[in-house]
């Protein structure tokens, strides 16, 4: 009896592999787009020390450590079961100033039906992201557009309707304030339209509430926008504004694309209560963040990138932070995946040695040593 259950189970698991995708990808290097950690290397400007009088070490940059790192990820789905184990190591990371060189997130999802879905893990990526929170510059889904990010989650799906229920992996079921509660909605109209809705952390007095629209009847076309109450996701804001554009020429091989996240009142909200932004004079100051990014194919292995970040607060002087960044991505023959390397540049509008602060070389290299597709 008992040989008799080994075998079926091993044919049933012999089987799901059958019908199944299967993909392992590494990442190497440093690059803290892409890896967890920093930059492969970085020079900081020094802080100037009163007590040297013979030179100005503001002047002067400073490197860091080689940072190294490595991302293997396997993800896996068939009919029934999808689901992610990414395993990420870092000998220079560290949590609470403590070391922590490994890190591993991942999450399972099982489908019994077409219209239902439940999912556990502690870390769901961008699985559970409103389409219309989508913002291409950054080529990612913020934190208050996605409907789950960790822990249960729970799934119906009504042809263009999703609706999602999760309680967070963070939770805390005796604390209200940190119960862990979120609800979203997705509905999407294939084509034309994109609508959706997120409810974060219901019961705490730090709820957040987004709502997203997006248009899809323009070919090569991103075009999305949101409202976020109680936004953290780049600075607190009470009141909040998203919007990104991208579009692809896709006979000149380029791209582009702009993110826009704005308050709309100079309130935020911190334990419960409203507070405001202002300067050292007591006038308002309002934070605002943009974000350019360009591509182009330059030849069928080689691509041209460049990316503009711009943070600041409206009202203030001094206080403009922008990141250029240009690089290049290399695709490498036979199947040995690409290699990205670039210059970081971190400028600020500081009133004593402003300019140039700090500069970083990102360099990383992501190829799929396993790739099995099922035969469907």
Not at 199 to 213: L, M, P, Y
Request: hydrophobic share 40%; proline share 3%.
């Amino acid at each position: 009896m008992k040989k008799t259950l080994i075998g079926g189970a091993a044919l049933l698991l012999a089987a799901s592999l059958a019908s199944a995708d299967i993909s392992l990808s590494s990442t190497f290097g440093g690059n803290e787009d892409s890896i967890w950690g920093n930059d492969f290397m970085s020079w900081s400007r020094k802080d100037d020390d009163p007590a040297t009088t013979d030179r100005d070490e503001s002047d002067e940059f400073e490197s860091s450590v080689a940072n190294v790192s490595e991302r293997l990820q396997l993800d896996y789905s068939s009919e029934k079961i999808d689901g992610r184990l990414r395993l990420e190591f870092n000998a220079n990371n560290k949590i609470n100033g403590k070391n922590a060189p490994v890190r591993l997130r991942g999450f399972a999802r099982f489908t019994p039906v077409e219209q239902i879905q439940f999912a556990a893990g502690n870390d769901f990526f961008t699985k559970y992201g409103v389409s219309a929170a989508y913002l291409a510059a950054a080529d990612d889904t913020y934190s208050s557009g996605k409907m789950a990010e960790s822990g249960l989650a729970f799934t119906a799906k009504f042809n263009t309707f999703k609706f999602v229920a999760n309680w967070a992996g963070d939770s805390q079921a005796d604390n209200l304030d940190k119960l862990g509660l979120n609800f979203g909605a997705d509905f999407v109209i294939p084509d034309t339209v994109k609508i959706g809705t997120t409810f974060k952390n219901i019961t705490s007095d730090d709820r957040t509430f987004g709502i997203f629209a997006g248009l899809g009847s323009v070919e090569n076309l991103v075009l999305n926008a949101g409202y976020i109450y109680n936004a953290n996701d780049i600075f607190p804001a009470k009141h909040a504004l998203q919007a990104s554009a991208a579009y692809t020429f896709k006979d000149a091989g380029i791209n582009v694309a702009a993110d826009v996240v704005s308050v709309l009142t100079n309130e935020y909200v911190k334990d419960g209560e409203t507070e405001e932004y202002k300067n050292s004079d007591g006038d308002k100051v309002y934070p605002f963040y943009t974000r350019v990014a360009a591509s182009y194919s330059a030849t069928e292995n080689l691509k041209v990138k460049g990316d503009v970040k711009l943070s600041t607060l409206l009202g203030e002087d001094y206080s403009t932070e922008t990141v250029v960044y240009p690089s290049v991505e290399y695709k490498l023959p036979k199947k040995m995946g690409s290699v990205q390397a670039g210059v970081r540049f971190t400028f600020q509008d500081l009133k004593d040695n402003g300019g140039l602060q700090k500069f970083s070389i990102p360099l990383c290299w992501k190829w799929t040593p396993v790739s099995v597709k099922s035969e469907k």
